[in-house]
């Protein structure tokens, strides 16, 4: 019998028959994991666990603990949806299941609309699948007969004519088959813990001008436990819903003019620009220089980058001058462009380019979602021009950068990925496997854990991603540290060195908050609307007790706006407790209240949001301490 020998992530290696699958290997290894087993991977792909293995590999058993395995998981429950859908529904044509961040989704044409009830009872019978605990089998296709098994489905044959190149598969359980590239779990039966959680509309492809869709969505966990536990977040997360709050305090609105931009009002305007002033010091502290780029492009220019080849998709494409231009999606190329205007020498590098251009990417409509994926948005970006002797150090600086932010400033822990070359990616495996083994480097030195991320790199380079927890316990990606050998490259860009000699730079990209329309959405939830002082659109408000103290409240707050607090006085005929709980139900930090006491003695009573008050606060040295907690950007408010 032919043998294969399979290599753990650990450097431990084990002969198994040729024909074994990652099931039985992950039996040699202990039975919960067989049971946990949801997918492998082979390098950077994922193959069904229940497939057999012809060739010596290093192999990863994915489970739920896993990204992929979780996306696995929730594609295969997605699979069950639309069984059960077609088992109620038989006239339903299915479309498209894919995963997304909130859970998965399945879009589907039928004349009959679905209605809460209808959901009630799909997910029932999606537990009925579940306990029947079927086989799931992968079938290989080719073109005649995929068309043969889908030809009721004009959907499923538009994806077939497009995918057809690359090969077709589809996967069966009981009844029901699905085209579908795969992996899935092994059986339905591990499905156990779903809930469909909302309806939508959706056109197909994201395109108006195609037909109108019906979209559920759904969540799924391999526990009952961990689904309730989801339950009850989602039910704190609705409170706490960016949009839901954004329109609530006055900060931004949509509209359909303009599907996903958001219209940023005084307020949210307020926030953006106090975000961005707060990284515009921290760059003249670390040797930034901020540039102001063009909005348009011609595509020579993104062919130029590999973006036209690589990204197209995602690019607002448009006509200039009878040529084909795009609407900017990404700011590196427009850098490497400034970087190749003058001549560079060894003492210009590290040259630190920072830009906070609007950004424009073509997200299908289905996935648009308030601020947190858009169209439209603006990141703080930059990008690092270094010689490679300096590019350690650089790494270093920006790790602590990252760190300083993250938990000097908003207290939020995070994680860290390394984000490995990915199937569709410029440049020789030799320079990809410099690039990732100097980020794996630094983040060894910095001691520093971290996971691998396979084949989820810029088709450009690796990059290290950073992985917040808000306070619902959810993780966003948020900064990102990314190693380029190849924009230099195609852009020719060189420096002079020491020796005289013309050398070709390496490139960092870079974001610490991300997207700033993301990260407001973020902390907009994080917070729960209640922002830190520093970052509130109105930072006090003055009440007065009657008009009488009017002139004493415009006092106090002329001092503060002399230290550049924002502040407004309330001078409204209305009861002290009125306007008190109006300024709270505007969450705002410090409501002051004025009258006889106050204004005879120079003093201030001061309410925080939490309900502490304080009576008889000398009026200079409030000013004072306000001024002391935002320069600080401290988080609480200390009276």
């Given at each position: 019998?032919?043998?294969?020998?399979?290599?753990?992530?650990?450097?431990?290696?084990?002969?198994?028959?040729?024909?074994?699958?990652?099931?039985?290997?992950?039996?040699?290894?202990?039975?919960?994991?067989?049971?946990?087993?949801?997918?492998?991977?082979?390098g950077?792909?994922?193959?069904?666990?229940?497939?057999?293995?012809?060739?010596?590999?290093?192999?990863?058993?994915?489970?739920?603990?896993?990204?992929?395995?979780?996306?696995?998981?929730?594609?295969?429950?997605?699979?069950?949806?639309?069984?059960?859908?077609?088992?109620?529904?038989?006239?339903?044509?299915?479309?498209?299941?894919?995963?997304?961040?909130?859970?998965?989704?399945?879009?589907?044409?039928?004349?009959?609309?679905?209605?809460?009830?209808?959901?009630?009872?799909?997910?029932?019978?999606?537990?009925?699948?579940?306990?029947?605990?079927?086989?799931?089998?992968?079938?290989?296709?080719?073109?005649?007969?995929?068309?043969?098994?889908?030809?009721?489905?004009?959907?499923?044959?538009?994806?077939?004519?497009?995918?057809?190149?690359?090969?077709?598969?589809?996967?069966?359980?009981?009844?029901?088959?699905?085209?579908?590239?795969?992996?899935?779990?092994?059986?339905?039966?591990?499905?156990?813990?779903?809930?469909?959680?909302?309806?939508?509309?959706?056109?197909?492809?994201?395109?108006?001008?195609?037909?109108?869709?019906?979209?559920?969505?759904?969540?799924?966990?391999?526990?009952?436990?961990?689904?309730?536990?989801?339950?009850a977040m989602?039910?704190?997360?609705?409170?706490?819903?960016?949009?839901?709050?954004?329109?609530?305090?006055?900060?931004?609105?949509?509209?359909?003019?303009?599907?996903?931009?958001?219209?940023?009002?005084?307020?949210?305007?307020?926030?953006?620009?106090e975000?961005?002033?707060?990284?515009?010091?921290?760059?003249?502290k670390?040797g930034?220089?901020?540039?102001?780029?063009?909005?348009?492009?011609?595509?020579?220019?993104?062919?130029?980058?590999?973006?036209?080849q690589?990204?197209?998709?995602?690019?607002?494409?448009?006509?200039?001058?009878?040529?084909?231009?795009?609407?900017?999606?990404?700011?590196?190329?427009?850098?490497?462009?400034?970087?190749?205007?003058?001549?560079?020498?060894?003492?210009?590098?590290?040259?630190?380019?920072?830009?906070?251009?609007?950004?424009?990417?073509?997200?299908?409509?289905?996935?648009?979602?308030?601020?947190?994926?858009?169209?439209?948005?603006?990141?703080?970006?930059?990008?690092?021009?270094?010689?490679?002797?300096?590019?350690?150090?650089?790494?270093?600086?920006?790790?602590?950068?990252?760190?300083?932010?993250?938990?000097?400033?908003?207290?939020?822990?995070?994680?860290?990925?390394?984000?490995?070359?990915?199937?569709?990616?410029?440049?020789?495996?030799?320079?990809?496997?410099?690039?990732?083994?100097?980020?794996?480097?630094?983040?060894?030195?910095k001691?520093?854990?971290?996971?691998i991320?396979?084949?989820?790199?810029?088709?450009?380079?690796?990059?290290?991603?950073?992985?917040?927890?808000?306070?619902l316990?959810?993780?966003?990606?948020?900064?990102?540290?990314?190693?380029?050998?190849?924009?230099?490259?195609?852009?020719?860009?060189?420096?002079?060195?020491?020796?005289?000699?013309?050398?070709?730079?390496?490139?960092?990209?870079?974001?610490?908050?991300?997207?700033?329309?993301?990260?407001?959405?973020?902390?907009?939830?994080?917070?729960?609307?209640?922002?830190?002082?520093?970052?509130a659109?109105?930072?006090?408000?003055?009440?007065?007790?009657?008009?009488?103290?009017?002139?004493?409240?415009?006092?106090?707050?002329?001092?503060?706006?002399?230290?550049?607090?924002?502040?407004r006085?309330?001078?409204?005929?209305?009861?002290?407790?009125?306007?008190?709980?109006?300024?709270?139900?505007g969450?705002?930090?410090?409501?002051?209240?004025?009258?006889?006491?106050?204004?005879?003695?120079?003093?201030?009573?001061?309410?925080?949001?939490?309900?502490?008050?304080?009576?008889?606060?000398?009026?200079?040295?409030?000013?004072?301490l306000?001024?002391?907690?935002?320069?600080?950007?401290?988080?609480?408010?200390?009276?």
């Open positions: 019998m032919q043998k294969i020998t399979i290599t753990l992530p650990n450097g431990s290696a084990k002969e198994f028959p040729r024909g074994a699958t990652g099931l039985e290997i992950a039996e040699s290894i202990g039975k919960r994991l067989a049971q946990d087993a949801l997918a492998i991977k082979i950077g792909e994922l193959k069904d666990v229940f497939l057999p293995l012809e060739k010596s590999a290093p192999i990863r058993i994915v489970t739920w603990k896993d990204k992929e395995g979780m996306e696995v998981f929730r594609h295969s429950t997605a699979h069950l949806l639309a069984q059960a859908v077609l088992r109620l529904f038989p006239e339903a044509k299915p479309t498209i299941g894919p995963v997304v961040e909130e859970g998965f989704y399945y879009d589907f044409d039928l004349e009959h609309h679905f209605t809460p009830e209808d959901l009630a009872r799909i997910e029932q019978e999606m537990m009925k699948i579940a306990k029947e605990d079927r086989t799931v089998e992968r079938m290989e296709l080719d073109e005649k007969e995929a068309k043969k098994l889908f030809k009721d489905n004009p959907y499923k044959l538009e994806i077939i004519d497009e995918q057809e190149k690359e090969g077709l598969s589809a996967y069966k359980q009981g009844e029901f088959t699905d085209l579908c590239r795969g992996p899935h779990v092994p059986r339905t039966g591990m499905l156990r813990a779903v809930k469909l959680t909302k309806l939508a509309g959706a056109y197909w492809r994201g395109d108006a001008k195609n037909r109108q869709l019906q979209r559920i969505y759904g969540i799924s966990f391999p526990e009952e436990k961990m689904l309730k536990q989801h339950l989602l039910e704190e997360a609705k409170k706490r819903d960016h949009r839901v709050l954004g329109q609530k305090l006055d900060l931004f609105s949509f509209d359909e003019v303009s599907p996903g931009a958001p219209f940023f009002h005084p307020k949210g305007t307020i926030i953006y620009n975000l961005l002033s707060f990284i515009r010091e921290e760059y003249r670390r930034y220089d901020e540039v102001i780029t063009p909005l348009i492009y011609d595509r020579s220019l993104w062919e130029a980058s590999g973006h036209w690589h990204y197209r998709e995602n690019m607002f494409v448009l006509e200039v001058d009878g040529k084909e231009a795009s609407l900017k999606s990404m700011n590196c190329p427009s850098h490497c462009v400034i970087y190749g205007k003058s001549f560079k020498s060894y003492r210009d590098l590290p040259l630190r380019i920072a830009d906070f251009a609007p950004l424009h990417r073509n997200e299908l409509r289905g996935v648009l979602a308030g601020a947190t994926r858009v169209r439209k948005f603006s990141q703080d970006d930059a990008h690092i021009f270094l010689a490679p002797g300096q590019v350690e150090g650089e790494i270093f600086a920006l790790i602590d950068f990252l760190d300083y932010i993250y938990t000097g400033v908003f207290d939020f822990e995070y994680s860290i990925e390394l984000s490995t070359k990915p199937e569709s990616a410029l440049g020789s495996a030799e320079l990809w496997e410099k690039a990732e083994a100097s980020l794996a480097s630094a983040l060894k030195k001691k520093l854990p971290y996971r991320n396979a084949g989820d790199g810029a088709f450009y380079g690796p990059k290290i991603d950073f992985h917040i927890r808000d306070a316990g959810r993780n966003w990606q948020l900064g990102t540290i990314q190693l380029d050998f190849n924009l230099p490259e195609r852009f020719g860009l060189e420096y002079e060195d020491k020796d005289g000699r013309r050398k070709r730079p390496i490139m960092i990209h870079r974001a610490l908050l991300g997207s700033i329309e993301r990260f407001m959405a973020i902390l907009i939830e994080h917070y729960a609307g209640k922002f830190p002082l520093w970052l659109p109105e930072q006090v408000r003055i009440v007065t007790v009657a008009d009488a103290y009017n002139e004493y409240a415009e006092k106090v707050a002329g001092a503060l706006r002399k230290e550049n607090i924002r502040v006085v309330d001078k409204r005929a209305e009861s002290i407790p009125k306007k008190v709980r109006e300024a709270q139900l969450y705002i930090p410090l409501i002051v209240t004025v009258g006889e006491k106050e204004a005879s003695s120079d003093t201030v009573a001061v309410r925080t949001l939490d309900g502490k008050v304080k009576f008889g606060v000398e009026a200079g040295e409030f000013v004072r306000v001024r002391k907690i935002v320069a600080e950007k401290a988080l609480s408010i200390g009276l």
